[in-house]
């Protein structure tokens, strides 16, 4: 989704600013969230059950708020929180995904939380404003600074199939109105809707990510690292920024495995990705290639990025406490620098020669000790 000018009046004549006053150019993206936009199946549910609530309740601004737990369970929703979590800077993880009449998908923003966040204190019932500005509760809200012509709010709690609250569908006016009987129950009925949906949606993208997912460790398999790097490479030929791979290698597996046995060969991997994922941005991407290989995936970094990544991974390794004994491993990166062009997979074949030279070396110097 692109983004879209919000100083654009409606059918109605309701102009409105998001974050920057009237006229202001709006980022799909939240602030503190890199990749807040939702995935293309949410996002068409979102803009569905937006419109009809707009075309419901005569409302030329309509906005789903999610106040607690994640809409999105893909692989993307997931590296937004993780990152969030990872920078703990105070970042909201709440959002709002807005609706104006005449634009043509959903604008993500955070706006004002405090009308929705009173609403949800009343799950059995929707909260409706006739007049935000004759309403001395409403006086300082921040939402009619955002939103200057805003006069009339409605909204109902969502609740998941446990009952937990988790957010509100609104619906907004220039005017100041009431909601009419078959309004409401409407609104009721959609928001159950809603509801149903996006846990049928949440199923799937769990289903999805489990695919892709390597079962020991938690990390990418090989089916998700082939359609990350696919995905990274092709964003690499758009855009001409670095991109580089590492493929990582336990040293000694066979052996080690041979002495202590499966299961503790199996430890060894899973402390192995946790360490492995600690210095990576959320935009990076760990996966299992196969047996004791792993590889990682870098977005957007130059060879010298790569290498302050090895590095850091290797101090890691050094200063952990093993069971046993001490883990080593060999790496080898490749780097496809901007404007560079191959076929990624002679990325992966240059990251994989890489890795076998690492490999050598490490056993001649073996040798010589």
Same mark, same amino acid.
Request: glycine share 8%; charged share 25%.
């Given at each position: 989704?692109?983004?879209?000018?919000?100083?654009? #009046?409606?059918?109605?004549?309701?102009?409105?600013?998001?974050?920057?006053?009237?006229?202001?150019?709006?980022?799909?993206?939240?602030?503190?969230?890199?990749?807040?936009?939702?995935?293309?199946?949410?996002?068409?549910?979102?803009?569905?059950?937006?419109?009809?609530?707009?075309?419901?309740?005569?409302?030329?601004?309509?906005?789903?708020?999610?106040?607690?737990?994640?809409?999105?369970?893909?692989?993307?929703?997931?590296?937004?929180?993780?990152?969030?979590?990872?920078?703990?800077?105070?970042? +909201?993880?709440?959002?709002?995904?807005?609706? *104006?009449?005449?634009?043509?998908?959903?604008?993500? #923003? %955070?706006?004002? *939380?405090?009308?929705?966040?009173?609403?949800?204190?009343?799950?059995?019932?929707?909260?409706?404003?006739?007049?935000?500005?004759?309403?001395?509760?409403?006086?300082?809200?921040?939402?009619?600074?955002?939103?200057?012509?805003?006069?009339?709010?409605?909204?109902? /709690?969502?609740?998941?199939?446990?009952?937990?609250? %988790?957010?509100?569908?609104?619906?907004?006016?220039?005017?100041?109105?009431?909601?009419?009987?078959?309004?409401? +129950?409407?609104?009721?009925?959609?928001?159950?809707?809603?509801?149903?949906?996006?846990?049928?949606?949440?199923?799937?993208?769990?289903?999805?990510?489990?695919?892709?997912?390597?079962?020991?460790?938690?990390?990418?398999?090989?089916?998700? *690292?082939?359609?990350?790097?696919?995905?990274?490479?092709?964003?690499?030929?758009? #855009?001409?920024?670095?991109?580089?791979?590492?493929?990582?290698?336990?040293?000694?597996?066979?052996?080690?495995?041979?002495?202590?046995?499966?299961?503790?060969?199996?430890?060894?991997?899973?402390?192995?990705?946790?360490?492995?994922?600690?210095?990576?941005?959320?935009?990076?991407?760990?996966?299992?290639?196969?047996?004791?290989?792993?590889? %990682? %995936?870098? /977005?957007?970094?130059?060879?010298?990025?790569?290498?302050?990544?090895?590095?850091?991974?290797?101090?890691?390794?050094?200063?952990?406490?093993?069971?046993?004994?001490?883990?080593?491993?060999?790496?080898?990166?490749?780097?496809?620098?901007?404007?560079?062009?191959?076929? *990624?997979?002679?990325?992966?074949?240059?990251?994989?020669?890489?890795?076998?030279?690492?490999?050598?070396?490490?056993?001649?110097?073996?040798?010589?000790?």
């Amino acid at each position: 989704m692109a983004a879209v000018q919000t100083d654009v #009046s409606d059918k109605h004549g309701f102009g409105i600013g998001l974050s920057g006053g009237a006229g202001a150019t709006v980022s799909l993206r939240l602030p503190g969230h890199p990749m807040s936009e939702p995935d293309e199946r949410l996002g068409r549910l979102l803009w569905n059950i937006t419109s009809l609530a707009g075309l419901l309740c005569d409302a030329p601004i309509t906005m789903i708020s999610q106040l607690q737990g994640e809409f999105d369970c893909s692989e993307r929703g997931a590296l937004t929180m993780t990152a969030a979590v990872a920078l703990d800077s105070g970042v +909201d993880h709440r959002r709002q995904w807005w609706r *104006f009449a005449g634009q043509s998908s959903v604008v993500c #923003s %955070i706006a004002d *939380f405090s009308l929705c966040e009173t609403a949800v204190t009343t799950p059995d019932r929707i909260t409706e404003i006739g007049d935000l500005r004759l309403d001395s509760r409403c006086a300082d809200l921040a939402m009619l600074k955002t939103v200057p012509e805003a006069r009339f709010y409605a909204a109902i /709690p969502l609740s998941d199939q446990h009952g937990e609250l %988790i957010g509100t569908l609104c619906v907004l006016d220039r005017v100041p109105r009431r909601l009419t009987p078959h309004q409401r +129950d409407g609104l009721r009925l959609l928001a159950q809707q809603f509801m149903e949906q996006l846990e049928m949606h949440r199923d799937m993208q769990q289903l999805q990510r489990q695919t892709l997912t390597d079962a020991l460790t938690g990390v990418g398999n090989r089916r998700g *690292f082939d359609r990350r790097l696919h995905e990274e490479w092709s964003r690499h030929i758009r #855009s001409g920024a670095a991109l580089s791979l590492l493929m990582i290698d336990v040293d000694k597996f066979k052996q080690y495995n041979d002495v202590y046995g499966h299961p503790a060969g199996d430890v060894i991997l899973n402390l192995l990705c946790e360490l492995l994922r600690m210095p990576l941005r959320a935009s990076d991407f760990v996966a299992r290639y196969g047996g004791d290989e792993f590889s %990682i %995936i870098l /977005p957007n970094t130059p060879q010298a990025g790569a290498q302050l990544v090895v590095d850091r991974i290797q101090t890691m390794l050094t200063t952990a406490q093993w069971p046993n004994c001490m883990v080593t491993v060999s790496v080898g990166i490749a780097t496809l620098e901007p404007e560079e062009t191959c076929d *990624f997979a002679t990325l992966l074949a240059r990251a994989d020669q890489a890795m076998y030279l690492c490999k050598r070396s490490r056993r001649e110097a073996d040798k010589r000790d």
